[in-house]
């Protein structure tokens, strides 16, 4: 009997990972912006340079993209995890703004409602 060998495309992977960080880029200039109420699926993709389809197959609803998007921006602010006792409560502000600080693009469009 034939063992199937695994089938693994780093290289499109990659792309995959690229193509889903323009999306996400392009969702969060837009909120950072002010285009936070009239973000379209159509503007994002121009933004990105991706077609319409790319950005539904990455994303089936706006509601989908612009929780990724959340999800995304607290990632690349570094936004630790929730603080385990009193002390790490302290410790908290110094990395979470100095993230913000490296970021500033990605806090406006929260704060614009992202």
């Given at each position: 009997m034939k063992r199937k060998r695994a089938y693994?495309?780093?290289?499109?992977?990659?792309?995959?990972q690229g193509t889903r960080e323009r999306i996400l880029e392009a969702v969060s200039a837009l909120v950072?912006?002010?285009a936070q109420y009239d973000l379209t699926v159509p503007k994002v993709a121009e933004r990105a340079g991706v077609t319409v389809r790319t950005v539904y197959r990455y994303f089936p609803t706006r509601t989908d993209l612009v929780d990724a998007m959340q999800k995304w921006a607290l990632a690349r602010l570094g936004a630790p995890a929730w603080p385990?006792?009193?002390q790490a409560l302290l410790e908290l502000p110094v990395p979470l703004?100095?993230?913000f600080d490296q970021n500033r693009a990605l806090v406006e469009a929260q704060l614009h409602g992202g």
């Open positions: 693994r495309n780093t290289l499109r992977q990659a792309q995959a950072a912006a002010g385990a006792d009193p703004f100095e993230g």
